[in-house]
Each structure stands twice: as structure tokens, then as C-alpha cells.
């Protein structure tokens, strides 16, 4: 009895295991500095594909996600497939009118010119240039108040150093919807000089 009680405790995490565990690529950051939870990366340029949504804080990664996951999935000009890559990346657009912009990386394998162009007219494909950011990692789901406490977290922990914010916030995801949320890795990051 004991052990088919643990049997279904643990056959659920093993079978969703491997969706977690397959080898995606994230882009390679140095850690410049590392006080407590905060960190201060520097990234190189890096290619993404990337669209924008105009819709709600949690159902804006949904409806972009759909789009850029058909590009790599071969909805392109080539019909070519790409890895899929970690993490997904959600930015608000400046303006502040409910508008983001949801980006994959490309595998570093790819330059610019070696991408399939996109068939939807939604999706773009463009370098952002290298970046100082300011990060901190928390667990939990992809809410706006989880995402709201992680970013007044970072922001308090900014404020008594040396860097000053230079861009927008960005919100990164590293998991797929299928793992529990209280498993869920995501990062608050905003540009620094």
C-alpha cells in the first residue's frame, strides 16, 4: 500500500522530468558582481525572434507564445524547424499602454542572415545589442503580482549600488507551462550602466 501511494507521488515528476531536463540552449552571460539575491550580468549581442501583443499582463506570453513557437516550429519561409531555446522573454512596450514584446533567443549556432524568415508578419527577427542587467531569480507562477513583487524586490536591492537602470524591465521564463508553478524558475531583470 505504501509503496503505490509513493508510486503515484513520484510517476507524475518523473514524467515531466524530461521536458525540463532536455538540452535547450539560454544565452552564456558573465556575472559581473553577486550581492545576495541581486546579480549584475553582462550578455553579448544575441539574435531573437520576437512579437507584439497587445493584451493583459498574463495573457500576453500566451498569444505571442503561440506565434514564435510556430516560427521555430517551421512556419517560416524554409519550413525549417529551430531548437527551442530558454528563456522566453517578456518586455513591456515604453509607452506603458499594455503592449509587450515576447522574444525566444536563437540558437548560437545562427547568425542573422542564416534564420528562416518568419511567414507571419507578427514575427520578427532582430539582434539586441550586448547588456548590463540587473537580475533577480525567484520561483513561483507566471502572475503579475509574483512578477510585481520580484521587480520592487530588485529595485529595492538596485537601489543601494552603484548601478543605475538604463531601459525597461524584462521578465524571463525558463519553463514550460507543464511543470507545477511552485517549481517554476523565472527572472526579474532591468538594463544597468
Not at 45 to 74: H, K, P, S
Amino acid at each position: 500500500m505504501i509503496r503505490n501511494t509513493m508510486l503515484r507521488l513520484i510517476i507524475p515528476f518523473l514524467v515531466l522530468l524530461p521536458i525540463e531536463t532536455l538540452a535547450i540552449y539560454k544565452p552564456e552571460y558573465v556575472v559581473l558582481e553577486k550581492t545576495g539575491e541581486l546579480e549584475i550580468r553582462q550578455y553579448p549581442t544575441l539574435i531573437v525572434a520576437r512579437t507584439r501583443v497587445q493584451a493583459d499582463f498574463e495573457d500576453a506570453g500566451n498569444m505571442a507564445f503561440r506565434r514564435l513557437a510556430g516560427y521555430i516550429f517551421g512556419d517560416n519561409a524554409e519550413k525549417q524547424k529551430i531548437s527551442m531555446t530558454a528563456p522566453v522573454i517578456m518586455a513591456p512596450e515604453p509607452a506603458g499602454d499594455g503592449t509587450y514584446w515576447v522574444s525566444f533567443f536563437m540558437p548560437e549556432e545562427y547568425q542573422l542572415a542564416d534564420l528562416p524568415s518568419p511567414t507571419d508578419g507578427l514575427v520578427e527577427i532582430t539582434r539586441v545589442p550586448a547588456t548590463k542587467m540587473a537580475v533577480v531569480i525567484y520561483k513561483g507562477g507566471w502572475s503579475e503580482g509574483n512578477y510585481d513583487s520580484a521587480m520592487e524586490r530588485l529595485m529595492r536591492l538596485l537601489s543601494s549600488t552603484r548601478w543605475k537602470v538604463s531601459g525597461e524591465p524584462v521578465w524571463a521564463r525558463y519553463n514550460s507551462p507543464f511543470r507545477p508553478s511552485f517549481m517554476r524558475t523565472n527572472e526579474v531583470m532591468v538594463p544597468v550602466e
